[in-house]
């Protein structure tokens, strides 16, 4: 009984369980709201799954699927084997062997003689995407990857400058790069400071930059 | 001779049937589970996935049958067929369509053993035994997950035993009989205001959720609930084997909705279309789709509620039979004894029942309060909103 006395510091809330009155401790008008509402979408029929092989899922713009190597307008891969996003890659995934570029390809010194990636062991980061510097390669909506053997999704130049072929024409997979000007990575003097993912209260300092992301005074003055 | 042969003629269209019925059942099953849930469920095989069953079927039969090294060979395999056994034996004494019936042509009898006198006993008893099958299955699995839904379904199974059989006692007293067909007869003899469900309202409301839970099925399907015991006494189960598990529990299903239809909706008996005067051609044809009509929708029933309300926990579950059920049903059959012995109407039982069923809420609710009551530092609390709008409902439902 001593223990009682000294109360700890209130630092919990406890939420009693409501009482149950004579219906609840019968189970019956639950039970039969809950058939109620089973029975009400038994009935209307307002189906929310796509039927997947014959309708294809509308995928945000931005989503990441199978990688393609673009071409420049005379068909030449884009790639200028600098490295870049093997380096950038975190699953290793990217192998490039470069060659010095031709004498009739005054525009860059080398080419990749090989470009490997493995499509099994990636993890679409899209990493690589954001580290080329010529927007060679891209991350395409292609999701449905499927192969027989593991060598068979060791995708090298050719397949992937294919995928290029396959998905140039589809407006959700547009040619990001505009010849001559470097890539999107290249554009910022400073980054952006990012907005805050948790909210901020309306009178701190940081509510008043132009990222401050959700101010919590906002919210509570609608409601 | 001929008798012989009816009766073979009878077990071999019985035996044919259910596997398919069941099929279909579970097809159902999960079509209605999907459309609960917004989805479409099966369309791939056939027209609306009709075909699915067949396909199901197939499946089972051709997969790779595992009997795991750890197990005890004979028990492993005995008990899915134990199972099915059961099932199909309780079968045996339920009519399934109009019986002692001259309309029916003489080849044709809708139930495999005619008058047995000690029917539903017959049934309970060998019902009763399925639990062998799930309890063997469990054990001899030697898993941890399988022996804990074993122990599961044999507490649960013995505990639900008492109220089923209770709850039938009241009729048998009322009836003078254990036979079924009999029991059916004296019902359809005295017409629609003479099922018993008018006399029995709480017994038929107990039966039907004690044999709910004499056939594992959720929300007492604490043996199997794959949440907690990933598939309870069937986890080591493959192919054919499962499926004979899964055959037996959808018999259960068809054996206990055709009880109730029996027991307490009037068997074959509808008003106007068909009573026990009514004759016209075809009329067994009829009686035998409203007896199927009945089952069905208890059926149906079943599977609603299965994927409508949440799994009891243990204790609750427990609760339940010994502290709800089986004082209930003892007090309705005192009931039933009070009513015949001293000859009052039969319509007081039904008054009777709805004053148990009060007084069976008003008891719970008052208990839990006191039992909350007893904790430290108990706080009376109010009746909050969720409560008050429940009791609206019902207050409306009750009009």
């Known amino acids: 009984m001593s223990e009682t006395k000294t109360k700890p510091k209130k630092t919990v809330t406890w939420v009693e369980e409501p009482q149950l009155g004579f219906w609840e401790s019968t189970f019956v008008p639950a039970i039969m709201k809950g058939l109620k509402t089973t029975l009400k979408h038994v009935t209307d029929r307002n189906t929310v799954t796509q039927q997947y092989p014959e309708q294809k899922p509308d995928l945000p713009l931005h989503y990441r699927g199978v990688h393609r190597l673009n071409r420049d307008e005379k068909d030449r891969v884009k790639c200028v084997a600098c490295m870049m996003c093997a380096t950038a890659c975190p699953a290793n995934c990217i192998s490039i062997e470069a060659q010095a570029a031709p004498p009739e390809w005054p525009d860059r010194d080398k080419f990749p003689k090989s470009f490997v990636l493995d499509e099994l062991r990636c993890i679409y980061c899209g990493m690589c995407e954001e580290a080329c510097p010529v927007d060679a390669i891209e991350l395409t909506h292609i999701y449905d990857l499927t192969g027989e053997t593991r060598e068979a999704l060791m995708f090298d130049r050719e397949k992937l400058l294919s995928v290029y072929d396959q998905t140039k024409d589809n407006p959700r997979d547009p040619v990001r790069t505009r010849r001559g000007i470097l890539g999107p990575a290249a554009e910022f003097s400073s980054l952006p400071t990012l907005g805050p993912a948790t909210g901020v209260p309306a009178a701190d300092r940081s509510a008043k930059n132009p990222t401050a992301g959700v101010i919590q005074g906002n919210q509570e003055s609608h409601s | 001779m001929p008798e012989l042969l009816i009766t073979l ?26 459309w609960m849930q917004d989805r479409i469920g099966p369309n791939r095989v056939g027209p609306m996935g009709l075909f699915q069953p067949l396909a199901d079927g197939v499946k089972l039969l051709l997969k790779e049958d595992v009997i795991p090294p750890h197990v005890d060979k004979v028990l492993y395999v005995m008990a899915p067929a134990l199972s099915v056994f059961t099932a199909l034996m309780a079968f045996a004494v339920v009519p399934f369509g109009p019986v002692n019936d001259d309309t029916v042509p003489s080849f044709i009898r809708f139930i495999i053993a005619p008058n047995i006198d000690i029917g539903i006993l017959f049934v309970f008893a060998i019902g009763s035994l399925g639990v062998y099958g799930i309890v063997l299955g469990g054990w001899a699995s030697n898993n941890k997950y399988s022996a804990l839904g074993a122990l599961r379904a044999s507490a649960q199974v013995v505990s639900y035993e008492i109220p089923l059989g209770m709850s039938v006692l009241g009729l048998a007293l009322m009836s003078g009989t254990l036979n079924l067909e009999s029991l059916m007869q004296q019902q359809v003899a005295g017409g629609f205001m003479n099922w018993n469900i008018w006399f029995q309202p709480l017994a038929a409301l107990m039966f039907f959720t ?75 044809l009829v009686k035998l789709l409203i007896l199927s009509g009945k089952a069905f929708s208890f059926i149906c029933l079943m599977i609603m509620l299965r994927w409508t309300i949440p799994r009891f926990r243990f204790d609750q579950l427990m609760e339940l039979a010994w502290k709800v059920m089986i004082p209930l049903s003892l007090a309705n059959l005192v009931m039933v004894m009070f009513c015949m012995h001293f000859e009052f109407s039969r319509w007081w039982l039904f008054v009777g029942s709805l004053a148990l069923f009060a007084a069976w809420g008003t008891i719970s609710a008052n208990l839990r309060e006191a039992e909350l009551s007893a904790r430290p530092g108990y706080v009376k609390r109010k009746k909050v909103a969720v409560a008050d709008h429940d009791h609206g409902h019902a207050h409306g439902a009750h009009h």
């Open chain 2, 210 to 284: 004690a044999s709910l839970a004499e056939a594992n099925r959720l929300p007492f399907d604490l043996a199997e609930c794959e949440q907690e015991l990933i598939g309870g006494w069937h986890t080591e189960y493959s192919a054919l084997k499962w499926a004979l598990f899964f055959l037996g529990e959808y018999t259960h299903m068809i054996t206990i909705s055709f009880l109730t239809s029996i027991l307490f909706l009037g068997g074959w008996h509808l008003p106007f279309i068909a009573e026990a005067t009514s004759a016209y051609p075809g009329l067994w």
């Open chain 2, 9 to 34: 003629l009878t077990i071999g269209v019985v035996v044919g049937a259910i596997p398919g019925v069941c099929n279909y059942l579970i097809l159902l099953e999960r079509k209605l589970s999907a």
